[in-house]
């Protein structure tokens, strides 16, 4: 989506929108933190993000791999920065077909800084001298595919302080194809409402983003300052002297100056959108957005077109369809199906071919070090220390389980209990949704899509379960004609009383003008293949420990012997089914460790099941009562 769509749409509404900046880190762990901290970050609001340009080699590169995830993975709208500096036409080229190829739109295009070890800038040779004619180059080659953005100086930069060639210069990158303007942070909000009405005097009249910078720490705030050659207005001085070494008071201090003049500017009109340079920390951010009352809430919840994250990868952003197996695995779904040539395309309901690739291409095991894992999930020595391990990520007292890499969703408190009761009896419960019987689309906690419309949920769980216990289980499940189910161990085959391989859709919705849309499905073949990846996963946890020890072998016990099984209840109506029929049911001694998997070169033969279809299919046309 192009930023001046969203800037348009901030401006029709009247609702206030932002974005955020982020920069390359330069170690690997630092990377992979500030990915943690972007998908975090999602969750403040921000419309778009961008990444800035790190000229010249590695750092280069990583601009255009962060700008793949960011896109890609983490479903984040990003515009990427990129700069004249050390780039020739080829270089230049090469960036625009990989921004492309990562489904980006939006191309901040700026001369750049000179290389530290040169106090001059010059152009590299065959390459570009001046922003604007980058601006030319991209809408040349690329049409309209980009919304290309430039910077805009309301203080002037630095090497060149004349007001008026700056904005000469200004209106020669418009003219020549750019769409929007980023400034350079400032703090004088006088100045830049000057600046701003000069801009328009100009004829300039494309969207216009302020670069603001909340205040972290008073040595950052300083410092940032003189580099940017940014004036402080005296005011700010004064309340921040006093309180310079408390990091949490100038924090504080800081949240409110910074939102006061972002009110400012927006009361001013105009200007409907603020850029954030978060400098890769959340804090200081999150706590101005507070202040502003801008983040997302029970009564303002974060818009979802679906009801799973998407991803703005090329050629997946009409994809509408997914499993719900990886409902708390969503990086390693996109990177697992990254090679489709199309969305959904229909795999799922063919088992004559495989829905996804090789498990160990994609890289999509257990991350993080051992003892960073260890330290997370502690030494289990039992099936009940394993339990408790759940139930610890029920009650939010940690946000990441081996299966699941993203905190416990909203909806989940409405079963809450039934799930802490589950874990309490020995029943490890994986994944799980309530049923959710015709709430409007734009419901605080189950809602998605288009305004004015209504979503369901059938009741799922999905859980790992006790071979000592899984015929009780099935005989329940059996008994009970609106329960179907999956369940597999790692080594064998499917068992199952669906009728049919195909899909079976658990969640969807009905709008206005629009097709019932059925975005969240359960079926065989997507379940094959997360039971190889949930085992794998449980596998790698084993293998954290040492061999032999207690711990390994109560995971990896489990992983050797229990099932995998999912439980779809068909009529959304009742939401409390699936757990009567799993009440009373128990692991004998949760203080034990399960027994070691028998060593056998065979496999588990199959007893697919047929009884009981379900009494609906997708119930597709179901409207609200």
Known sequence: ????????????????????????????????NLYERMDRMYNFGPKFIDITWGAGGRIAELTCEMVVQAQTYLGLETCMHLTCTDMGEEKVNDALRKAYKA?????????????????????TEGGFRYARDLVAHIRNNYGNHFDIGVAGYPEGCDDNKDEELLLDHLKEKVDKGASFIVTQMFYDVDNFLRWVDKV????????????????????SFIRRANHMNCKIPQAWLDALEPVKNDDVAVREVGKILVAEMCRKILAHGGIPHLHFYTMNLAQATRMV??????????TRPLK????????????????????????NRNKSYVARTQDWDEFPNGRWGDSRSPAFGELDAYGIGLTGTNEQNRKKWGE???????????????????????????PLASEAELI???????NTRGLITVNSQPAVNGVKSTHPIHGWGPSNGYVYQKAYLELLVSPDIFPDLQRRIHDHPDLTYYAVTKSGTLKTNAPSEGPNAVTWGVFPGKEIVQPTIVESISFLAWKDEAFRLGVDWARCYEADSPSRNVVQSIMDTWYLVNIVNNDFHQPRTIFEVLKGLEVADLEKAPAQAPQTNGVEH????GAHPPTNGVEASTMPQ
């Open 416 to 422: 809450k209990d039934d799930l802490l009761d589950l």
């Open 103 to 123: 489904g980006c739109t939006n191309i901040l295009a700026l001369r750049g800084d000179p290389p530290r070890e040169k106090e001059k800038w010059e152009a």
């Open 289 to 298: 957005l507070e202040e502003l009352d801008w983040m997302p809430s029970a």
């Open 200 to 219: 328009r005097a100009r004829g300039i009249d494309i969207p216009i983003l302020p670069g603001i910078m909340p205040i972290a720490t008073y040595a």
């Open 606 to 609: 199959a007893t697919t099941n």
């Open 1 to 32: 989506m192009h930023i001046r769509e969203m800037l348009a749409d901030a401006e029709r509404t009247g609702n206030p929108s932002f974005s955020f900046e982020y920069f390359p880190p330069k170690t690997a762990q630092g990377v992979q």
């Open 304 to 327: 979802q077109a679906l009801p799973w994250k998407q991803s703005l990868g090329l050629g997946r952003r009409e994809e509408d369809v997914r499993p719900i197996f990886w409902r």
């Open 380 to 406: 289990p020595q039992s099936v009940k220390d394993i339990a408790n391990l759940f139930t610890r990520y029920l009650n939010k007292e940690i946000e990441y389980l081996p299966w699941s890499e993203a």
